[in-house]
Nanobody
Framework: QVQLVESGGGLVQAGGSLRLSCAAS????????VAWFRQDPGKEREFVSA????????YYADSVKGRFTISRDNAKNTVSLQMNNLNPGDTAVYYC?????????????????WGQGTQVTVSS
């Protein structure tokens, strides 16, 4: 089993920045990829970004390219999401997810483990 705990959410004005962190514990050596998804009330959960654990290959949704940066620290078992130039459309609960399999990283079904989520609110 793997446990994921997100931190770093909060309230920020448009144009501001936040850094989210996802701390993994348990059988982390079995993980292939870690991702961030987000969900606004009344909307479906959507893919934001992902990173492969061993090779560091990164993936981004078009809506966040150039503004968000995902990174990993395998020694600390953490994955971070640096979010810059935030806008109200980025408001959502952000979830960290981890996968044990090599599959399409943008799809929810790929991920075996999920964190509890952290709220990000961007005011205009």
């Amino acid at each position: 089993q793997v446990q994921l705990v997100e931190s770093g959410g909060g309230l920020v004005q448009a144009g501001g920045s936040l850094r989210l962190s996802c701390a993994a514990s348990g059988r982390t050596s079995t993980l292939y990829a870690v991702a961030w998804f987000r969900q606004d009330p009344g909307k479906e959960r959507e893919f934001v970004s992902a990173i492969s654990v061993n090779h560091g290959r990164v993936y981004y949704a078009d809506s966040v390219k150039g503004r968000f940066t995902i990174s990993r620290d395998n020694a600390k078992n953490t994955v971070s999401l640096q979010m810059n130039n935030l806008n109200p459309g980025d408001t959502a609960v952000y979830y960290c997810a981890a996968s044990r399999i090599l599959a399409v990283v943008t799809k929810e079904a790929t991920y075996n483990y999920w964190g509890q989520g952290t709220q990000v609110t961007v005011s205009s």
